[in-house]
């Protein structure tokens, strides 16, 4: 296990600097190869927006989170998914690259929650900070998206899973941290993927 500073890709991403942020990937890439790692994963969704920059530099091939997901989705008979995240991660292609290769459809927040919802996570979960109203907040959006027929929500940020789950959400819920975390651990002991 291996990360630069959080506030290191955070300065990457408010600069829109995608290279940079893949530069701090592939820093821990090679140290984690040095140190006898055999395939890598990141469980930060916002930065696989630089994916495509690591993947052909990287030393070791890695598990994409959102690649993850959206196999999970079509083990499970999802045909269209909300999605939350950090406002970077909601406006990005990440998710809606890989579900759409599944053939399953997605729908972002409006542009207001997408930013309430980054608020929540950065200036909140970020820093153990758990609110009633940002609880609700969060319940009112996945609300909004089965009105839209989104029929689950993935849950597309570490954090989002210390306040919602399939308990307290009007959707079934995909949480990308533990799906990618089973993922590598099947990688790990050589049991294949459910077919997807």
């Given at each position: 296990m291996h990360t630069p500073s959080f506030a290191e890709y955070v300065h990457d991403l408010?600069?829109?600097?995608?290279?940079?942020?893949?530069?701090?990937?592939?820093?821990?890439?090679?140290?984690?190869?040095?140190?006898?790692?055999?395939?890598?994963?990141?469980?930060?969704?916002?930065?696989?927006?630089?994916?495509?920059?690591?993947?052909?530099?990287?030393?070791?091939?890695?598990?994409?989170?959102?690649?993850?997901?959206?196999?999970?989705?079509?083990?499970?008979?999802?045909?269209?998914?909300?999605?939350?995240?950090?406002?970077?991660?909601?406006?990005s292609e990440v998710y809606p690259e890989k579900l759409t290769a599944h053939g399953i459809q997605y729908v972002r927040p409006t542009d207001a929650e997408r930013d309430e919802i980054g608020r929540i996570i950065m200036d909140e979960l970020v820093h153990g900070v758990f609110k009633p109203a940002s609880i609700s907040y969060f319940q009112d959006v996945i609300q909004s998206f089965r009105q839209q027929s989104c029929d689950a929500v993935v849950l597309g940020c570490t954090e989002i899973p210390l306040i919602i789950n399939d308990g307290n959400s009007a959707l079934p819920t995909l949480d990308s941290t533990r799906l990618l975390a089973r993922a590598a651990l099947r990688r790990a002991v050589g049991h294949p993927a459910p077919k997807t």
């Open positions: 408010e600069c829109g600097d995608l290279e940079g942020v893949g530069d701090l990937m592939l820093r821990s890439a090679e140290k984690l190869a040095n140190a006898g790692a055999d395939f890598l994963i990141c469980p930060d969704n916002t930065i696989h927006q630089a994916f495509s920059y690591v993947e052909p530099r990287s030393p070791l091939p890695w598990i994409h989170i959102a690649e993850v997901v959206a196999a999970e989705a079509t083990v499970r008979k999802f045909r269209r998914v909300g999605l939350t995240g950090t406002a970077w991660l909601v406006r």
